[in-house]
């Protein structure tokens, strides 16, 4: 199929190697000193970029990214990931810290996809992160989706391999460590990607200065975006953790440290 | 084209570094580009008909992951920025109350002369002096060269930040961290540009999975802001060497920590302490206090320091538990942690400032005050006069040869207020290198003279200095308990610093995971310090003989992420997902291999990764 568009809606989260700490910020729950951290583009999203962008180069098509974030840590975000692949960035201004309504977020992001000059939705994929690193309850994409029409869905994916008619297959994440063939007859589709099997590109300055004349003055255009939601209550947040349980042994067998480890999978 | 053919582009200039110098020089310059209705003021060649194309290339994964412990007059920075607001920047507050203080030793293990352990004793007799407190004497005057009232006290990293902020929203300027410079490109004696870090390789630099040769930027200017280790600032000392008589051997080893203060402090925002006499009389120490209850908390370990125990970090811990900061500072959290390398040498350190097709801005250019302890407004400063020369220069259709920029960015440079106080503090250090008392004494003389009165000595190199555990020790460590201690660094493949510390009765740091934890933990705190995959290893042991011969490795105690340990063979090993590029390493090998720039057997290149906190 040739032409066929990608739009990855993508997430700036802080750096999820920073240490992440939510406190109470007004009525809401928040990160402390957010704005003072360095942002990354979500994880989950890169891995939908990358993905995305080797499909356009496949289709000759055009890859948009869509973000809502605070300009300053957009711009700062963009630094670091638009040396990697050529894209055209639409993006809206927004106080997205701490811990948004997602349906709010996905409203505004289906507004910022239907004012994409030019872009026909009926040959288009929707990309974006199954999940996030730091923050969201993963239903953003399936709603972008929705509001925007598109009902074929796929989260968890790791693999889209298209075919000539326009069609694709899809391979998505099930337990023990499975896949999920689906097969869809084509665009439009929503794919909320898990990793996927591509390495990070590397960084290559030419396709960064070619990128940043457009992204700076999209970044300057940015529009705010208002993602407060009165009705909303936040009754508890918590932030995904990798806990650690170090404890020092000498001479005790391999058996013996396995039988531990597996007593300890069982107790969780 | 094949990812595997080495690709260029052109532009006009490419900077490599990002710190306060080329903040300095892209603020200054990009306000300068066009016109106020848009059109070109100063025009490209590299792209006819558009402003001068401008890119800068940051070596780290962000460009807030600078460190510095950073009190400042930041004159030159608020020329630039006249509506300049503190509060806009997080942690930024003004100066407002001053302290120097003598720390004395609570433990007696610091390793004192027989002359200061004497002052200590008659310094302890005026206990009840109004200046003693908890083990310190607060000294009722300080010079005015060390004053830095009506300035800002700030975070390198959010200062970096909220300084690239406003150079990309301009849209004049690109600005790229995670990448890496790794060569001068040179055409006969003109620099036309630098080439980056191969992408896709093994440790050893071959090619690997996804491999990509390092772009060449191509540049009619290059602009060197890369900073006192900066490799591409190093490649030109090498091929040019340093001026007549100018020798780079003074360094330090800065090493911070950021602490969340507990509710119950007494330390003040604003408040700036300056001390020396502990944790060694050597070391300097510094703490700054934030607004939101959070200090920057840092020493300096010199390289003119004989003893061979050069551990940053567990000196850093025995100084936060000082008698007098350690109520204030107990029960706080450790957000951050860094280090870096300074260049001490001064005006007497100063390399060539410009030539064919380049020019050196910032620290590497030795614009730090060695006097005063004063880098980033200076800094800032010299990025600004070189981008005032660069727009004479490109307005006059002038091309960037030795010539045009030395009659116009080094002379406007020879007649700033940088120049004039680096000429009067150029031999303030001098002392230190005949002893504390000595080089307190010239530092005064110095200062207060204003650079007519000095100690004067010729300095010398780590290497020339450095005295063996052995020696340095004699009468308090014997040579055999040495060698045990040292057999069993080893066999935990461990530094021999804080073996010894234990051994001289330093006392043992507890852990409570908060404040005081590990070296290696303290790595995962504020930004895990790590590295990307698919590039070499950035420090590189040259002549591997040289090493199996040296029975210091001072490398490996020096190494401020303990990224360099004992290797099997007598070659250390390097492990750069611990590496935060202070570039200690660089000038603390004692195996020198050419006397020509004082090169050692450590090649310490440019390399991805380190820390990943804004916060330093």
Redesign the interface.
């Known amino acids: 199929m040739t032409n066929l568009n990608v739009v990855v809606c993508a997430g700036i989260v802080p750096d999820p190697l920073q240490t992440l700490d939510p406190v109470q910020t007004g009525e809401k729950p928040g990160l402390r000193n957010e704005m003072m951290l360095p942002h990354v583009l979500d994880p989950w999203a890169g891995h939908a970029l990358y993905e995305a962008a080797e499909l356009v180069k496949e289709t000759g098509g055009k890859l948009y990214v869509v973000s809502i974030g605070p300009k300053a840590k957009l711009q700062q975000v963009m630094m670091t990931i638009a040396q990697k692949v050529p894209f055209q960035l639409i993006a809206a201004d927004a106080a997205a810290g701490g811990f948004s309504d997602s349906k709010q977020i996905a409203v505004q992001l289906a507004e910022l996809v239907k004012q994409i000059d030019g872009l026909d939705l009926s040959n288009t994929l929707l990309f974006g992160g199954w999940e996030s690193a730091s923050r969201g309850a993963g239903t953003t994409l399936q709603m972008v989706g929705e509001i925007l029409g598109v009902t074929d869905q796929f989260q968890g994916v790791d693999k889209i391999s298209l075919n000539d008619d326009g069609s694709f297959k899809v391979l998505e994440r099930i337990e023990g460590g499975k896949h999920l063939h689906s097969s869809c007859s084509g665009a439009p589709a929503v794919l909320g990607w898990a990793t996927g099997y591509l390495p990070e590109p590397p960084n290559n300055p030419q396709i960064g200065m070619t990128n940043m004349r457009t992204i700076m003055p999209a970044l300057q255009q940015a529009k705010p975006a208002d993602l407060e939601n009165p009705e909303l209550t936040f009754t508890a947040v918590e932030l995904p953790k990798q806990k650690r349980d170090t404890k020092i042994v000498k001479d005790i067998s391999a058996d013996e440290i396995a039988q531990e480890i597996i007593d300890w999978i069982k107790s969780k | 084209m094949s990812n595997n053919e080495r690709?260029s582009?052109k532009?006009d200039i490419v900077c490599v570094g990002f710190g306060p110098a080329t903040a300095g020089f892209l603020s200054e310059i990009s306000k300068n580009l066009t016109y106020d209705d848009g059109s070109v003021k100063l025009s490209s060649r590299a792209m006819p008909g558009m402003p001068l194309q401008i890119?800068c290339?940051e070596r780290s994964?962000?460009?807030?992951?600078g460190v510095s412990g950073v009190v400042s007059k930041a004159h030159s920075i608020r020329q630039s920025y006249p509506d300049l607001n503190g509060s806009e920047i997080?942690?930024t507050i003004d100066v407002k109350k001053e302290k120097l203080v003598y720390l004395l030793d609570p433990h007696g293990a610091s390793s004192r002369s027989a002359g200061l352990k004497i002052t200590d004793k008659i310094l302890k007799l005026g206990k009840w002096l109004p200046w003693y407190k908890k083990e310190a004497l607060e000294l009722p005057v300080i010079p005015s060269f060390l004053q830095k009232h009506d300035g800002l006290i700030f975070s390198m990293g959010?200062f970096s930040?909220w300084a690239?902020?406003r150079i990309?929203?301009s849209?004049m300027v690109?600005?790229?961290?995670?990448?890496p410079v790794d060569k001068a490109l040179f055409f006969e004696n003109k620099m036309i540009g630098v080439q980056?870090v191969d992408?896709?390789t093994d440790k050893k630099g071959e090619p690997a999975?996804?491999y990509?040769p390092g772009?060449q930027?191509e540049a009619d200017l290059t602009v060197l802001g890369d900073g006192p280790v900066g490799n591409i600032s190093r490649q030109l000392d090498e091929k040019f060497g340093l001026p007549d008589d100018h020798q780079q051997k003074d360094w330090a080893v800065g090493m911070k920590m950021v602490i969340e203060l507990p509710a119950h402090t007494n330390l003040k925002a604003g408040t700036v302490f300056h001390t020396f006499g502990y944790p060694e009389p050597e070391i300097f120490g510094f703490l700054y206090v934030h607004p939101e209850n959070i200090v920057s908390v840092g020493i300096f370990v010199p390289s003119w320091y004989e003893n061979p125990v050069r551990t940053a970090y567990r000196y850093l811990q025995q100084y936060i538990k000082h008698p007098y900061f350690r109520d204030d500072i107990k029960g706080g959290k450790l957000?951050s942690w860094g280090a870096k390398s300074i260049q001490e040498s001064g005006k007497r350190g100063e390399p060539h400032l410009a030539g064919n097709g380049w020019a050196r801005i910032g620290e590497g250019s030795a614009s730090t005050n060695i006097l005063t302890n004063s880098g980033v407004d200076e800094a800032w400063e010299t990025g600004v006069l070189l981008a005032q020369a660069v727009e004479k220069l490109a307005a006059a259709n002038q091309p960037f040869t030795q010539e045009n920029l030395e009659k116009t960015y080094v002379n406007m440079r020879r007649k700033s207020h940088i120049e004039e106080e680096a000429e009067q503090a150029r031999h303030s250090r001098d002392g230190f290198h005949r002893g504390f008392i000595r080089g307190l004494i010239g530092m005064g003389l110095t200062g207060l003279s204003k650079g007519k009165l000095n100690v004067k000595t010729e300095p010398k190199s780590t290497h020339q200095i450095l005295k063996q555990p052995e020696d340095y020790f004699k009468g308090r460590i014997s040579k055999e308990r040495i060698a045990e201690l040292k057999q069993q660094a080893f066999s935990k493949g461990l530094a021999l610093n804080d073996l010894l510390m234990q051994e001289l009765g330093w006392p043992e740091i507890e852990y409570d995971g908060q404040l005081f934890m590990s070296h290696q933990d303290a790595l995962l705190?504020?930004?895990?310090v790590?590295a990307p995959n698919?590039y070499r290893d950035h420090v590189v042991f040259l002549h591997p003989h040289l090493c199996k011969e040296c029975d210091n490795k001072i490398c490996i105690e020096m190494c401020s992420g303990q990224a360099i340990t004992p290797g099997e063979d007598g070659v250390p090993n390097f492990d750069n997902d611990r590496c935060i590029h202070c570039g200690a390493c660089m000038w603390n090998c004692v195996k020198p291999v050419e006397s020509k720039v004082d090169k050692i057997n450590i090649d310490f290149q440019a390399g991805a990764g380190g820390l990943?906190?804004?916060?330093n």
């Open positions: 690709q582009m532009v890119i290339y994964d962000d460009i807030g992951f997080p942690l959010q930040q690239a902020s990309l929203g849209g690109q600005l790229w961290p995670g990448m980056m992408q896709g999975d996804g990509m772009m930027i957000k705190v504020g930004g895990k790590q698919g990943h906190s804004a916060e």
